[in-house]
């Protein structure tokens, strides 16, 4: 298929199809939810009354199986603000309050197609007025995005905290310095002089060269983990084991081999930043 490519000086919108590329339509599968819709009679007691049920911000209007416009929160209040009688609001039908210019994007756009939408009304349509597959939100962008985040976050995290950890828990830079010569063939590729020469050494520098392996490297090696690190962590066998499987994940992650990681996965990264912080707050 085609890839349609639009450019300008400060943005590109690459149209593009196929399983690795996310579109509009994966907002509206997480929701997983029945289209709610009004006819244009419907008195506006009513249609709040569905709307506080279904917990919807946002419902499409329709007369003769096309959209006519949208009633929202937004439009609701853009309407009573101007409302002469504010006692005759139950009785008001939906059409004299709602949007009628809404916005539509095709189910297999691309998420940035509806961004400027979401952007300008907290929601967009999804397909063309006598055929709307959905309706997404801005709440709706804001769980995917995290959905599909949230791994790279918990993984950056847990890199930097093992980062300080090694900080703290080597207080001499004597005793740093040692160990990064220690792993230096591995990790600084020819980077030594120029890491190690500066004045005050920067740490942040040399673990900045280091791989998350590296760090499992470091910490569990018997050469330092008595030393430095035992005192912090307790158990080896426990830390050890998964630090190898953040590397995992963080491998699949970082190099795209998975999307999305699975619950269990998504678990044990939860649960190893909560002993990265634990461990941080005591040795702070």
Known sequence: MENKTSLNNTSATIEVSGSNFRSVGDLLDLKNEELLTFE????????????????????????????????????????????????RFNEIEVMEMLDEDPDYVDHDSSIHKAIKSLDKKDYVLVGVKSNIRGIAT??????????????FILIGEIELGIREIINRCIEKDTDFIKVILH??????????????????????????????????????SRKYWDKYFQNTFGSKIAHELDFKEVNRIRNEVFHFKKIEVSSSDYNLLVRVRSKILRILEVIR
């Open 183 to 220: 792993f230096d063939d591995i990790i600084l590729n020819g980077k030594k002089d120029e890491l190690l020469l500066s004045d005050p050494i920067n740490r942040n520098d040399l673990l900045n060269e280091f791989m998350f392996g590296n760090y499992t490297l470091i910490i569990f």
């Open 138 to 151: 801005v709440v709706d962008a804001m769980e995917y995005f995290y959905e599909v985040s949230s791994a």
């Open 40 to 87: 244009p009679r419907t008195k506006v007691s009513v249609a709040l009354e569905k709307m506080f049920e279904k917990n919807y911000s946002q419902v499409p209007i329709k007369k003769d199986d096309k959209i006519i416009g949208v009633l929202s929160y937004r439009s609701i209040t853009n309407y009573v603000h101007r409302l002469d009688n504010i006692k």
